[in-house]
């Protein structure tokens, strides 16, 4: 009974103006618009790719946080995941929330639904971590498949090829393991209106980190958020001899 | 407390706001981009309909049992707004199927169902909805296009004009007279029929080259001694003229929502350049002039939108919406051509030039004014709806 788990995490839409709360405790969210991050679309699209090719027998979409991220948990079920689970996670606890906490959430739940794969987005879009997917791995100790762009399932094990600094790198790994997805993975699909009607229909479970024995305190505390500084004007100058000069005035040169 | 109760209620459902966005993301990802492209070589937009097709973004309100996701007009209206935001003659191809169609969805018997709309849901066929001839477009009653019984068969002569889809369709709703008693009333006159696109006699016109909505196929059709089975008559003879209007009340809400989509396009496009441009040594946005456009154009978009969505709302409630379906389309045209002219406005010099895209959201406006009734045609059916209910 092959299952996969799949993360997806609400965030701010990749479209919107961040701005910096006046308080520098972090982003504006109130009204701003939220959607699924982008490399867990790419998740998602590989889950139910390996299901339609019938090497998994479900996808199991989770998400953690407050009421909210169970529009996210809709959209990886319209997109063809089987059922959701919405882990409860809210105020401070949620405010506070960070790779190694989701990781302990995942790490319980691969063991509970006794997931042969987790397949997470490498980063997510508002805090950049790309930790969620190894801290998850060495937690269970499975292996990793980390910055997928390809993956192929061979029996029990998995190819994987990865995006690293240098190409790509090929691994195989032995199920069951944990993969992040990279941009280049696939091209997430549409959630076709029919099946958004029908994954009205489709469950979503309800619980909270307790349930699972997780402890949600964060190792983290953020001191201060602030905006870059902003990029100050150029200076403009009539001749090469002009630029050379100004170069060696503030010692570039 | 009823000011709680006033907060929970929701405008849109989850679903809906899902259908939204759906139709917003391919709108914006897959037909922005090609629309300019459409527009210049009048091309038809199969790629994009077949991909609308694919995600069941059209043939909404066909019913559950014939394959189709039997949504209401409310539903069909958002998901026309936001493909109209991307290019309206894209969204008319898209939308003449509903027009088509609407005439069997509500008068057509379980075989014409089963036949003509359950082929739609399983290839990516178009129809189109054949009244207007070149003698006859507002004064449908003026339709000269005949149909003779003969046996267990009509035969059809004449001529139809202006029929979107018209080189496209798989099938076509066409209304033909069928009584020659010049005194025989309107209401008695005129059969409505399903007929196949491929049936010998129909001769299919050249595709017209039109101001703006380009890439729409419109064209004239003649019908010569065309020979229709009795069986794929609409209710039965003379009932024609009743299901061809009763089509509009279901239909002239998303044709509001299109030319809202055109306004908001036009206003999001102008609004951009206004916070971009610079003269006199400020944004153009900060010159009162503009803002105050801008203050205009935001006002008729926002009033268009609650225009259909009342139209849509009472008809999905079982009333009879044609007073606000009228005033939604008449509304909705006229304000599409000011605001997109404003939009041209907005960007000046740059405006005309088709570099930019105002000015094919002007030529594309126009039609709105004419088609599924001329905005002359809502005022009268306004005034005589108002007067009706001044009345009672």
Known sequence: MSRVLVGVKRVIDYAVKIRVKPDHSGVVT??????????????????????EKKFIKEVVAVSCGPTQVTETIRTALAMGCDRGIHV??????????????IAKIFAALAKKEEASLVILGKQAIDDDCNQTGQMTAALLDWPQGTFASEVTIDGEKVKVVREIDGGLETIKISMPAVLTADLRLNTPRYATLPNIMKAKKKKIANMKPADLGVDMVSRVEVLRVDEPPTRLAGVKVETVDDLVAKLKANGTI | ??????????????????????ARKFSREEIVPVAAAYDRSGEYPFPIIKRAWELGLMNSHIPEDCGGMGLGIFDSCLITEELAYGCTGVQTAIEANSLGQMPVIIAGNDFQKKKYLGRMTEEPLMCAYGVTEPGAGSDVAGLKTRAEKKGDEYVVNGQKMWITNGGKANWYFLLARTDADPKCPTSKAFTGFIVDADSPG?????????????????????????????????????????????????????????????????????????????????LIAEHQAVSFLLAEMAMKVELARMGWQRSAWEVDNGRRNTYYASIAKAFAGDIANQVASDAVQVFGGNGFNSEYPVEKLMRDAKIYQIYEGTAQIQRLIISREHFGRFKK
């Open chain 1, 88 to 101: 409860e996670v809210s105020g401070k606890d949620y405010e506070a929330m960070g790779p190694l906490q």
């Open chain 2, 202 to 282: 129909i001769l299919v016109g050249r595709k017209e080259l039109n101001m703006g909505q380009r890439c729409s196929d419109t064209r004239g059709i003649t019908f010569e001694d065309v020979r229709i089975p009795k069986e794929n008559v609409l209710i039965g003879e003379g009932a024609g003229f009743k299901i061809a209007m009763g089509a509009f009340d279901k239909t002239r809400p998303p044709v509001a929502a299109g030319a809202t989509g055109l306004a908001q396009r036009a206003l999001d496009e102008a609004t951009g350049y206004a916070l971009e441009r610079k003269t006199f040594g400020k």
């Open chain 1, 30 to 51: 109130d009204g701003v618009k939220h959607s699924m991050n982008p490399f867990c679309e790419i998740a998602v699209e590989e889950a139910v790719k390996l299901k």
């Open chain 2, 1 to 22: 407390t009823s000011r709680e109760k006033a907060a929970s209620i929701k405008l849109m459902t989850d679903q809906q706001k899902e259908f939204q966005e759906l």
